[in-house]
Structure formats: C-alpha cells, structure tokens
C-alpha cells in the first residue's frame, strides 16, 4: 500500500507489529508497575498467548531480523538492562510518522481514534467495577457498543482496503474488548 512509508525499509512488515495506543495500560521496566502511556507506542508482537517476540526462531535459537533489528533490540541485552529501560517512552515511532499524513490510511486511523477514544474504555472499564449494580450493568451495554463498533470498523477496514486481519494490530491497536477486559482486571486487584 503506497499510504504507509515504513521508516525500517520494508524490513517490518505491519503484522509484525502492534500499537499501543496513548491511555493504554502498560508494563513500565523500570518502575515495575503497569503505567497508563503518555504517548502512543509501536513495538513487536509477541507471540500468540505469550511473551516471546514473534520474530525470534526457537528452533534457530536466533533472531530472524537480526541484522536488520530494531535499535532497542540492539539495546536489550538479558544479563543488564539497564540500557532498554532508558530507552521506555524515549524516542518513540507512531503511526504519524510512517503514514503518509494527508493518505487514505491516516484519515482511517484518525477517524479510529475519535470513534473508539482510549478515555471511553477507561472510563467503562472503571464504571465496571463498581458497587453500584447499575453502574457496572450501564458500563457492559455501552462497552458491549464500543465493542461492535470497533469490530465492524476493522470489518471495514479489511473489506474495503484489503487489510489483513492480523495488520488491524498495528493499524488500530488493541481491539476495544481486550483493553476493556486488561484495564478491569487491573482495577479489581
């Protein structure tokens, strides 16, 4: 797709990667505490279901992109980490900055973005917690909503530009439903 202009020159490719999305909940290294981002953040998937990068071949024992690794990577040394924990919020890659900013797929993001706030989900997520049953009831109809609009977005979204499923991750984030579920699992602790 000529809209994306991806800065790593074609060596990641949008199903390799997943946006975090500015509010969301995250694991700050060097805190050592979940933090909700100040700022929106790409970074590589993991594999399915856990915490592995989807890049590293365990048959190999290897990087698969080593030579062409991102700069954290780089960084990310097990025995010291002191150098990717200074690295956190640093510098970070967003979505502006590899899209084509007047593109098809920069207008789909924005218009993402104002359909599906980040705040909107916290918001429900706290209201889902709390003592009031209609609180808590009123939180799951409206995040229920947010829900089916997030999914028929992403529907859209393949349908009517040819995305694949798995590059939703990156072009969009989390889907609404798992934010929902990680920041109310987060409050009931």
């Known amino acids: 797709m ?11 490719l949008p199903v ?17 505490e979940l933090i909700s981002l100040p700022q929106e953040m790409i970074k590589i998937r993991t594999v399915e ?5 989807m890049l590293y071949n365990a048959t190999a024992k290897a990087c698969s992109i080593y030579e062409h690794r991102p700069v954290e990577c780089e960084a990310l040394k097990c025995w010291d980490t002191a150098d990717i924990e200074a690295m956190f919020l640093k510098d970070l890659l967003t979505r ?8 098809t797929l920069m207008q ?4 993402y973005e104002k ?20 609180d808590r009831a009123r939180a799951a109809e409206h995040m229920e909503l947010v829900a089916r609009i997030d999914s028929q ?16 991750l990156f072009y969009f984030g989390s889907p ?7 920041v109310k699992k987060m409050q009931e602790k």
Request: with cysteine; charged share 30%; net charge negative.
């Open 49 to 53: 279901g856990g915490r592995a990068c």
């Open 16 to 32: 390799q990667l997943i946006t975090h999305r500015k509010g969301e909940p995250a694991w700050d290294p060097a805190k050592g």
């Open 96 to 103: 502006r900055a590899l899209f084509n900013r007047s593109g």
């Open 108 to 111: 789909l993001v924005e218009a």
């Open 176 to 182: 609404a439903a798992d934010i929902f579920e990680r």
């Open 115 to 134: 359909a599906i706030p980040v705040e909107d989900i916290l918001f429900f997520s706290s209201a889902s917690v709390s003592q009031e049953p209609e």
């Open 2 to 12: 000529d809209d994306i202009e991806l800065v790593t020159e074609g060596k990641l």
């Open 153 to 168: 977005f992403r529907e859209q979204a393949c349908k009517t530009l040819g995305l694949g499923k798995d590059d939703l």
